[in-house]
């Protein structure tokens, strides 16, 4: 009896349990939880371009002239001012940004290293980005990530610089606001990043993992039309997807007609977004020239 009477209660207690999960069922369906707030759309547009898989192409800016800046800046995604093989200095960049602070097209400064001071330069004056060269391996990739972004996830100082006073608009917290718009561009250049590419491509704060292809053929000694180079593409194509990054080549030619170029992003040049062609080059999306995809003048290929 005792047994049946023990069966009993838990047949009771299973009925009870069952009805208040039917309860609790039907009032979540009568009164669902509030939908999650989107997430504001990011003022890097070149960033929220990336995220949203589409490509991305500059105009490189290798001159301190801030009215051929301005109205080439118009018609690109981003900028790339060089400055790695140029004479430009900090100030003539900040004075590029300064003239016309929200130009379509994304401020992102190619640096010489990955040094801590060039990097704290090139976001104090507005940078949204900076592109690091010629990566061998994990502890420069570090360095680029680290220095671009505040604490906790970087080590970016406060400082004085008109950063602040471009993106701190209408509302903007630029403090709060920077490290989720702040892009990190690493260039893989030579046959030991290769073979370094996952780890590179893993390290967290880089964004975006792109081929030198100039220089990945100059330092390997393979020309890009070769095997032995198209297998370096790939392998670093492959890790930097695998790294959960997003994958580009600063070679724009890449961007079409390639095996890779349906997962190619980031592009130095390229075609502008509105059929612009800058002074000395080749048409833009849809518009005329020998060559829209040219890279600039002394980075052809040797």
């Keep these: 009896m005792k047994k049946f009477a023990v069966l009993g209660v838990f047949a009771t207690m299973i009925v009870a349990m069952f009805g208040s999960w039917a309860l609790v069922s039907r009032s979540a369906a009568q009164n669902p939880p509030p939908p999650l707030p ?9 960033k929220q371009k990336l995220l949203d898989g589409k490509q991305v192409f500059s105009f490189t800016q290798s001159k301190a002239d801030p009215a051929a800046y301005c109205e080439t800046a118009k018609h690109y995604d981003f900028t790339w ?9 900090f100030r003539d960049v900040e004075a590029m940004i300064a003239a016309c602070p929200h130009v379509a097209a994304t401020p992102m400064i190619r640096l010489p290293d990955a040094q801590e001071w060039h990097i704290q330069h090139s976001t104090d004056i507005g940078a949204l980005g900076v592109i690091i060269p010629t990566v061998d391996d994990v502890a420069r990739a570090r360095e680029g990530a680290t220095w671009a972004r505040f604490p906790p996830v970087g080590r970016r100082s406060s400082g004085s610089g008109q950063a602040p006073q471009i993106w701190g608009v209408q509302g903007v917290n630029y403090r709060q606001t920077i490290n989720d ?16 590419a996952y780890d590179i491509a893993s390290v967290p704060g880089v964004d975006v993992v792109i081929i030198g292809n100039n220089d990945l053929a100059s330092f390997s000694g393979y020309p890009q039309s070769s095997p032995e180079y198209q297998a370096m593409v790939t392998k670093i194509h492959d890790d930097t997807l695998r790294a959960g990054k997003i994958f580009g080549q600063a ?4 961007a079409t007609g390639h095996p890779l170029s349906k997962d190619a992003k980031f592009f130095q040049n390229g075609p502008s977004n509105d059929g612009y062609t800058p002074p000395g080059r080749g048409g833009g999306r849809g518009g005329r020239g020998p060559n829209p995809n040219a890279p600039p003048p002394g980075e052809d290929e040797k």
């Design 181 to 196: 718009n702040m892009l990190v561009v690493i260039m893989i250049e030579t046959p030991t990043g290769v073979a370094n």
């Design 38 to 46: 989107k997430q504001a759309k990011l003022y890097n547009t070149a």
């Design 81 to 89: 001012f060089e400055m790695q093989h140029s004479t430009l200095e």
């Design 251 to 254: 070679n724009a030619m890449y």
